[in-house]
């Protein structure tokens, strides 16, 4: 009830979206890595959310892990929005159009090395530093032979973009 209060409110500001988490976040006794797993998803409650509120756009967060399982949801409320997931496991990203838009075209490591030669000079370019841009990529590797390897030069301190982008290069080191 005080989370449609709420919703209420807020949708006096014009909003056409909402992103809602299935867990409630308890403000007092636990700590933020607790309020991540002890309190309950409950997606049943975003679900009557959108019933109750169609005509706005309502984007589900929270526990989402399996593109299969989840796109279930999306009968139910209009997008998915993952977090932790794909930060942990961006190489799981590759997946999203097969599964969600039935899209025949394979997603390959050259294309994605691409892409993030493109994601590390637009940044360098923008002016952020290293880490910033760096700190994003080494999950990527998980599951490659290399991995381990590849994520310490890629973190190492003294390494600039054009070097990122010469290993991220070598093949060898890109065998799942």
């Known amino acids: 009830e005080t989370l449609d209060n709420f919703i209420e409110i807020i949708l006096q500001s014009g909003i056409k979206t909402l992103y809602v988490h299935a867990r409630k976040g ?3 006794g636990l700590n933020p890595k607790e309020n991540r797993n002890i309190p309950p998803l409950n997606y049943e409650r975003v679900y009557r959310i959108k019933e109750d509120f169609p005509d706005i756009e309502i984007i589900l967060n929270g526990g989402l892990s399996d593109f299969l399982e989840d796109k279930n949801k999306l009968k139910m409320v209009d997008g998915l ?4 997931y794909v930060c942990e496991k961006p190489y799981e990203l590759t997946k999203v159009d097969k599964i969600f838009y039935q899209s025949t075209k394979e997603t390959n490591i050259e294309t994605l090395v691409m ?5 590390l000079i637009e940044n360098q370019n923008l002016g952020f530093s290293g880490y910033l841009i760096k700190r994003h990529m080494v999950n990527f590797f998980k599951g490659f032979s290399y991995s381990k390897k590849i994520r310490q030069i ?7 973009v054009d070097e990122i982008i010469r290993i991220l290069k070598k093949k060898h080191l890109l065998v799942a």
Do not use: F, Q
């Not at 929005?81 to 932790?84: A, K, S």
């Not at 890629?154 to 600039?160: E, G, P, V």
């Open 81 to 84: 929005m993952y977090g932790r």
């Open 154 to 160: 890629i973190m190492s301190d003294n390494l600039n």
């Open 115 to 119: 892409m993030m030669e493109k994601y």
């Open 26 to 28: 308890m403000l007092e």
